[in-house]
């Protein structure tokens, strides 16, 4: 089976932190890029940050640059998300995501590029 399971969201407070986690099964994760993306209501999905495969490269959207910082631990299939000095408007569904199909160093922040995705983890930053 081939899984991406999200796992860490919850209720913060504004300025507080939050580890997210993506949890994958069913192939080896060195392989594939890992992208983070987010949906707030009545907002289209933007992507956060992206890890590639090989060298391990990171991209960042500005809105998260030197808040958020992305991660890989191949040896246990996760990918995470530390998400440091955290916003109101940070507050959103937390997806990730990739695609099975493509390999090599790629990362991406459009969303159709990414065809396989977790289910999605809530956080919501509030006072």
């Known amino acids: 089976q081939l899984q991406l399971v999200e796992s860490g969201g919850g209720l913060v407070q504004p300025g507080g932190s939050l580890r997210l986690s993506c949890a994958t099964s069913?192939?080896?994760?060195?392989?594939?890029?890992i992208g983070w993306f987010r949906q707030a209501p009545g907002k289209e999905r933007e992507g956060v940050s992206c890890?590639?495969?090989?060298?391990?490269?990171?991209n960042y959207a500005e809105s998260v640059k030197g808040r958020f910082t992305i991660s890989r631990d191949n040896a246990r299939n996760t990918v995470y998300l530390q998400m440091n000095s955290l916003k109101p408007e940070d507050t959103a569904i937390y997806y990730c995501?990739?695609?099975?199909?493509?390999?090599?160093?790629?990362?991406?922040?459009?969303?159709?590029?990414?065809?396989?995705w977790g289910r999605g983890t809530q956080v919501t930053v509030s006072s």
């Open positions: 995501a990739t695609d099975f199909g493509r390999t090599g160093r790629w990362c991406s922040d459009n969303a159709r590029e990414f065809r396989h």
């Open positions: 069913g192939f080896t994760l060195d392989y594939y890029t």
């Open positions: 890890i590639s495969s090989s060298d391990g490269s990171t």
